[in-house]
């Protein structure tokens, strides 16, 4: 399944952790420096007022001097550097032709619960909930929408990651990260922040989420490694549905060779709170009752669906959710699909997916597909190729 993957076209990057903390604290003592020193001065010369022969000489000023060197000497030591958004190499087969991300679903049954989920599928007004795409090649509001990879290999540094939140259902390290390191919503951070690093040669692929490095040290909520070659689930998880981020991404390369051959993870804000459907292994659903559909659904893009209103670049990523579809794989504040950003992307065509919403889709049963809910082998696809 492996092949060889050009490495990652991108700038250097400051990461979450440090880097972030050290340049804030030293903004912050700045500001207070700036602060303080103003009022220093205006109480000096207030006093002057009254005492021409008062000195300006002040220890406060002193103090807020060395406060004021030590806060620029932190904002310059950590100062964001020049950004620009990575261009992701094409990957290889990731995964064994009979893995559910494989199956077709264009011939399968609607599932019976199907019309009830769509119609959950709502905004708090009522408005059915609007295909966003997940990723972009610009920023918005200081973060470049996306997962992105990195490529890695036998000499990448290896971490033992303190893993803070999940250590039980996460893998054990040690886990190998590059320098840079691209982590979810770069530069400015703050969303999931996943990492995941792609060695081609043995097709495995290692995932923290809300990856942070501390003075050196590697830090996450959670981690897995994922053996591709093996159908056999992970040990360890970063997404609710217990399923692996990178074979079910968009990328750029795969919409511009005119097809995404496998299925796309999605999110949705409304998933069942209770219980899960293969391929998902475990949910963190909110909303109650079984209207709503359980994590591991399957959504499928109507056939009857025009897409003469997308733009070339959305009209690939529209074609492969009639054949292939898309799996509820984690709860989000969007109906929106996963994919990696790129700076070859444009942002205008790939917005022309919000022309779709969740009425647009219907969920399929997939109960044809299923081998064990303890692998991600699937059966042949009805119908299917």
Known sequence: MSGAVEPVDGPAMRLPGSDQFVLVLGAWLLIVSVVAATVLVVLRWRRRRHDPEASWHSPGLVVIGV??????????????????????????????????????????????????????????????????????????????????????????????????????????????????AYIQSLPAYGIDNHYVGYDPTSNTSWELLAARRWFGRWEA??????????????????????????????????????????????????????????????????????????????MRLRADVPLDDLGPQARVVARALQRHGLVVSDTGGRFALRGTPDARWDDRDLATLSTLDATDFEFVDTSSLVVSADTMEARPSPGGA
Not at 94 to 121: C, H, K, M, Y
Not at 239 to 250: D, E, I
């Open 67 to 180: 406060v004021a060197a030590l806060g620029v000497a932190m904002v310059v030591a950590n100062r964001p550097l020049p950004f620009r958004t990575p261009m992701f190499p094409p990957l290889p087969p990731l995964v064994p032709e009979r893995s559910f991300f494989n199956s077709t679903v264009d011939a399968l049954p609607v599932a019976p619960e199907g019309p009830r989920w769509i119609a959950s599928q709502r905004e708090r007004d009522g408005r059915p909930l609007e295909l966003v795409p997940g990723f972009y090649g610009r920023t918005t509001n200081g973060v470049v929408y996306g997962i992105p990879f990195n490529v890695v290999d036998d000499s990448t540094p290896r971490y033992d990651v303190d893993i803070v939140l999940y250590p039980k259902s996460s893998s054990p390290g040690p886990y190998p990260i590059t320098e840079p």
């Open 221 to 298: 909520d959670s981690g897995a490694v994922w053996r591709f070659d093996d159908l056999a689930y992970s040990d360890g998880t970063t997404t609710a549905s217990g399923l692996p981020l990178l074979p079910g991404l968009v990328t750029y390369s795969q919409v511009a060779s005119g097809s995404i051959d496998h299925a796309i993870l999605g999110t949705t804000p409304v998933i069942r709170a209770e219980g899960w459907v293969w391929p998902a292994r475990r949910t963190d659903g909110r909303t109650p009752g079984v209207e709503a559909p359980p994590m591991g659904a399957w």
